[in-house]
C-alpha cells in the first residue's frame, strides 16, 4: 500500500497540486451529516487534494480594472475543472489498483435536514464532506482564523477536493495548530465585508480531529456572501452603475446567507422593464454576463481572507512559495466612496457622469403635497 500511496503523492505533484492522507478514525468525531462513511460505508482513507489559485489572477481586482479571473481561475472553473481533472486521475489511479475510489464534489451541507431519508436509518439526502475540515485532518494544510485553508507551499491560495476509498493508506501527520496561522488579524481588518471577527468579536468554532483542537473564526457568512456577490460598494463597482445609491451596510448586517444568496443570485440574474432611467432589461449587466458564462459570479477578490493573509505569509517567508519579485498589494490601494459621498453618481472614475445612472432622490413622490 505504501507504493500506491507514493504514486499518488507523485501523481498529484506532477499535476501541479499536492495530497495527505487521513485514516478514517480521524473522523470519529464527525457529524453525520459530514461523515465520509456515509457516502462511502467501506471508507477507510480520505485524501485530500489541493490545486494552487495562481497569484496573478488576483490581480485585475487590485488593480481595480479586471474582475472576470476572479471567477474562472480562481474560483469557479479551478473548482469545477482544473482541480477535478486532478482528483479523477487520481482515482482511476486508484481503480487500477483494486479498489474504489469516490471523488467527492467540494461543497459544505449547507442545509441540514432539507429532505427526508430515503430509507429508515439512512441520513437525509445532501450530506457532504467539510473539504476544509477533511484537508486539515489529513495533514495537508490548517484552517486559518478567517476560515480559509492554508497551504505550507502556497498558504491560503489553494481550492481543495476529496477522494474517500477503501484502500488502507498510511496517513499524514496533522499539522500542528498555529503552524501556519498566526493570528495576526490582517484577514480581518482587510475583509470589505467585515465578515472576519476579531478575537473576542464572536465565539469561535472549535473541533477535536485527533486529539488537536482546531479553532477558527466564527466568520459572518451573510456579510461574505453579500461581499463575495457583489452587492458590496467597497468591493464591486458595478453596482455603482447599475444600482445608484444603494448602500446596504454590509459591514453591520445581520443578513443571514441563506438571505444574502437569495437576494444575489436573484439581482444577478433577473430582468426588469428597461426604463430611461435603466436603459437595459438586466439588473447588473456584468454579473449577468459572467452568470451566463459560468454559472456562477464572484466579484470581492478575497482582499482580506486570502490577499492579506498571502501577504502576510509571504512577507514572514512562513510558507513555501514567496520570493516573487511583485507585491500582492504593490500600490496605492483603491477604495469607492460610498453612494452618499459619490459625487460622480454611479462611477468609478468619475469621468463620464452624464452617460451614467444617477439615484432618483424623489423616488417614489407624486408631486409636492397641496
Ligand atoms: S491573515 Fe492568515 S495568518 Fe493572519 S489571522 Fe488571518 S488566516 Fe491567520
Known amino acids: 500500500m505504501k507504493d500506491l500511496k507514493e504514486k499518488l503523492k507523485k501523481m498529484a505533484v506532477e499535476l501541479g497540486g499536492d495530497m495527505g492522507i487521513a485514516n478514517i478514525e480521524r473522523f470519529d468525531n464527525a457529524p453525520e451529516r459530514m461523515h465520509p462513511k456515509n457516502i462511502f460505508p467501506e471508507c477507510k482513507s480520505v485524501i485530500s487534494i489541493v490545486a494552487p489559485i495562481p497569484r496573478g489572477t488576483y490581480r485585475g481586482i487590485t488593480e481595480g480594472t479586471h474582475w472576470s479571473n476572479y471567477t474562472y481561475y480562481s474560483y469557479n472553473r479551478l473548482n469545477t475543472l482544473f482541480r477535478p481533472l486532478i482528483n479523477y486521475d487520481m482515482s482511476c489511479l486508484i481503480e487500477d489498483s483494486g479498489y474504489e475510489a469516490v471523488p467527492v464534489q467540494p461543497g459544505v451541507p449547507e442545509r441540514p435536514g432539507a429532505r427526508e431519508p430515503v430509507a429508515p436509518g439512512r441520513p437525509a439526502p445532501g450530506l457532504n464532506i467539510n473539504v476544509r475540515i477533511a484537508g ?26 476529496t477522494i474517500l476509498t477503501d484502500a488502507e493508506l498510511e496517513p499524514d501527520p496533522i499539522i500542528k495548530p498555529g503552524t501556519l496561522c498566526k493570528r495576526c488579524m490582517k484577514c480581518a481588518k482587510k475583509c470589505p ?15 477535536e480531529i485527533d486529539g488537536e483542537t482546531i479553532e477558527w473564526g466564527d466568520v459572518h457568512m451573510g456579510r461574505c456572501t453579500l ?21 446596504l451596510n454590509v459591514r453591520e448586517s445581520e443578513m443571514s446567507e441563506e438571505i444574502a444568496y437569495r437576494m444575489t ?75 452618499k459621498d459619490d459625487e460622480t453618481g454611479g462611477i468609478a472614475e468619475g469621468k463620464f457622469p452624464e452617460k451614467y445612472n444617477r439615484p432618483d432622490t424623489a423616488a417614489g413622490r407624486f408631486g409636492e403635497p397641496v
Not at 139 to 159: A, D, Q, T, Y
Not at 198 to 205: H, S
Not at 229 to 247: I, Q, R, T, W
Open 136 to 161: 486539515v485532518a489529513c495533514g495537508l494544510g490548517e484552517i486559518g482564523w478567517s476560515k480559509v485553508f492554508i497551504h505550507p507551499k502556497w498558504g491560503p491560495r489553494v481550492r481543495l477536493g
Open 193 to 207: 465585508g467585515g465578515a472576519i471577527p476579531m478575537p473576542g468579536d464572536r465565539d469561535p468554532i472549535r473541533i
Open 227 to 247: 461581499t463575495h456577490h457583489g452587492l458590496n460598494y467597497e468591493a464591486s463597482p458595478f453596482m455603482k452603475k447599475a444600482l445608484p445609491g444603494v448602500d
Open 265 to 339: 443570485y436573484t439581482l444577478a440574474g433577473g430582468r426588469w422593464t428597461p426604463s430611461d432611467e435603466m436603459p437595459t432589461d438586466t439588473i447588473i449587466p456584468f454579473y449577468k454576463q459572467i452568470m451566463e458564462h459560468v454559472g456562477y459570479f464572484a466579484v470581492c477578490g478575497a482582499k482580506g481572507c486570502i490577499r492579506a493573509c498571502a501577504d502576510f505569509q509571504e512577507r514572514t517567508k512562513n510558507i513555501e512559495q514567496t520570493g516573487f519579485k511583485t507585491k500582492i498589494f504593490e500600490r496605492e490601494e483603491w477604495k469607492l466612496p460610498p453612494p
